[in-house]
């Protein structure tokens, strides 16, 4: 194993994380935006009220999304197992 497959490998997984996370991490920033704004409006500053949302929003798009988060992480982990032979094997 070579130290450019080694690099080539870390790269792909940090990527397909940054891919998966992505909509989770974005549905919660926009949600917490809206909550901070409503929050400034009104002048209530209670934590729960930003928290719960947020974790809302994660698992709506957790259950929306999560047939192609499937598909993604499944093609990844089929590449890293079908090419273990050529990692080894170097």
């Given at each position: 194993m070579?130290?450019?497959l080694v690099v080539?490998?870390?790269i792909e997984?940090?990527?397909m994380a940054t891919l998966l996370s992505a909509p989770?991490?974005?549905?919660?920033?926009?949600?917490g935006l809206l909550v901070s704004i409503?929050?400034?409006?009104?002048?209530?500053?209670?934590q729960t009220l930003a928290i719960i949302p947020k974790m809302g929003a994660?698992?709506?798009v957790l259950a929306i999304l999560f047939p192609w988060f499937l598909s993604q992480a499944t093609t990844y982990m089929s590449g890293i197992f079908t090419n273990i032979p050529r990692y080894i094997g170097g």
């Open positions: 070579t130290e450019a080539s490998i870390m997984a940090m990527r989770m991490l974005i549905g919660a920033l926009v949600v409503f929050q400034a409006v009104t002048q209530i500053q209670e994660m698992i709506a």
